[in-house]
């Protein structure tokens, strides 16, 4: 089976920055598109980045300008860059890889104080 791995989050205080990571397992990889969710207790699962097998990224409205997602597929790895952190970023952050069936990873806990 697939798996999806994710590490980097962390406690981080407002302006700083994060890298996550996540490492997908299986010989797939360059076949999926990528992409990174985070979700807040009591809040709905969003978009937050994704990016194209071709590596075309794709951000959601809040996070335009600050986060940068990326691949590296001979490492079997998903990145985003988190810049310019804010409280309302605070989520646990999933991983997702999927072509016509999808596959998430366990999540990592980001927190922005302010």
């Known amino acids: 089976q697939v798996q999806l791995v994710e590490s980097g989050g962390g406690l981080v205080q407002a302006g700083g920055s994060l890298r996550l990571s996540c490492v997908v397992s299986?010989?797939?990889?360059?076949?999926?598109?990528l992409a990174w969710h985070r979700q807040a207790p009591g809040k709905a699962r969003e978009l937050v980045a994704s990016?194209?097998?071709?590596?075309?990224?794709y951000y959601g409205n809040s996070v335009q300008g600050r986060y940068t997602i990326s691949r590296d597929n001979a490492k079997r790895t998903v990145y985003l860059q988190m810049n310019s952190l804010k409280p309302e970023d605070t989520a646990v952050y999933y991983c997702?890889?999927?072509?016509?069936?999808?596959?998430w990873g366990q999540g990592t806990r980001v927190t922005v104080s302010s």
């Open positions: 997702y890889a999927g072509s016509h069936v999808g596959y």
């Open positions: 990016i194209t097998t071709g590596g075309t990224p």
């Open positions: 299986g010989n797939s990889f360059s076949t999926y598109t």
